[in-house]
């Protein structure tokens, strides 16, 4: 099977710094102050998306301020690389020792995926990848279609994992069979309206979903 992951909020521990940065950006720019749970419903869309739908009252010359300032201060926020949650590691060994593959979907840029990839000298562990930046961004299924033309892959013969409701969106619109997380940024509340499959509380919950445990 292809497990298809979501990255910011499903792999890779992100949260904090993203609502922290954008908090900070918008800011610097002068719009009106967000709650950090605002800014933790957007995380999985591609930038332009998520400044949209923050604010989607403000003007073009402060909408591009704000996403050249998030750049920035994710960019100064990088002292150390952001932690992967438990058990990814052993878990994906495991779900590739058991022959499956692995392909990830992300709201985040190439460039942002490419430097993770490369702190936790990960990229080897995919066979492909689809970023915001450069397809459609979530909840539009077009990455998922893509990365199944790309692998020549059934859309029965994948699963798409997830911490939000975009996420599982754009499996339910091609009818990808989908997993939810509880641990990221969205509820299990929220998910379950999207008719998950499963809903996992660690990572290492994929191992005991049965159609990746036979």
């Known amino acids: 099977m292809l497990v298809i992951l979501d990255w910011d909020g499903t792999v890779c521990n992100s949260e904090t ?5 954008m908090l900070r950006a918008a800011g610097r720019v002068g719009l ?23 604010f989607p009252e403000a003007v073009d010359k402060d909408r591009q301020a704000l996403k050249q300032f998030y750049s920035e201060e994710w960019m100064a926020a990088r002292v150390e690389p952001l932690p992967l949650f438990d058990g990814v590691l052993d878990t994906l060994d495991a779900l590739l020792c058991q022959g499956h593959q692995l392909a990830v979907a992300t709201g985040k840029s190439r460039r942002g995926l490419s430097r993770e990839f490369e702190e936790h000298g990960m990229e080897h562990l995919f066979i492909a990848s689809r970023c915001a930046d450069e397809t459609a961004s979530k909840p539009d299924p077009l990455m998922l279609s893509e990365l199944l033309a790309e692998v020549d892959c059934g859309v029965d013969d994948a699963v798409m994992v997830g911490d939000t409701t975009y996420d599982l969106a754009m499996a339910v619109a091609i009818g990808m069979p989908a997993v939810g997380v509880s641990y990221g940024a969205h509820c299990p509340s929220r998910l379950r309206e999207c008719n998950p499959q499963a809903i996992i509380d660690e990572f290492s919950g994929l191992l005991g979903w049965p159609p990746l445990s036979s």
């Open 17 to 21: 710094r993203i609502v922290d940065c």
């Open 32 to 54: 009106p102050a967000l709650s950090p749970g605002a800014v933790s419903n957007i995380i999985g869309l591609g930038l332009p998306e998520a400044v949209a739908t923050l």
